[in-house]
Nanobody
Framework: QVQLVESGGGLVQAGGSLRLSCAASGRTFRTYSMGWFRQAPGKERAFVAASWSGGNTGYADSAKGRFTISRDNAKNTVYLQMNSLKPEDTAVYYC????????????????WGQGTQVTVSS
């Protein structure tokens, strides 16, 4: 069982930056693939970025060049650095943990945090 707690969301102007954090419980954090997803009102939860247990990272096209995922296995924490934010990035951002690599769909992640709101004003 893994428990995930996100933090770092908030209100920011377009062009600004935010760093999201996700703290995980458990002693096997390094064995999990960690993902960030987001859900805007009326839309499905969509993949943003992942740090897979094998060491690779992946990004949605909308995040490439602007967002960076990283993890600190010693702190059981995964981060999402978001730069050059746009109003269309406004959503609830969720952290997720899974046991397979290369996952980009929500069905491939077993554990979820409660989400943190990110609002980007124009």
């Amino acid at each position: 069982q893994v428990q995930l707690v996100e933090s770092g969301g908030g209100l920011v102007q377009a062009g600004g930056s935010l760093r999201l954090s996700c703290a995980a419980s458990g002693r096997t954090f390094r064995t999990y693939s960690m993902g960030w997803f987001r859900q805007a009102p009326g839309k499905e939860r969509a993949f943003v970025a992942a740090s897979w247990s094998g060491g690779n990272t992946g990004y949605a096209d909308s995040a490439k060049g602007r967002f960076t995922i990283s993890r600190d296995n010693a702190k059981n924490t995964v981060y999402l650095q978001m730069n050059s934010l746009k109003p269309e990035d406004t959503a609830v951002y969720y952290c997720a943990a899974g046991t397979t690599d290369w996952g980009t769909h929500r069905s491939e992640y077993e554990y979820w945090g409660q989400g943190t709101q990110v609002t980007v004003s124009s």
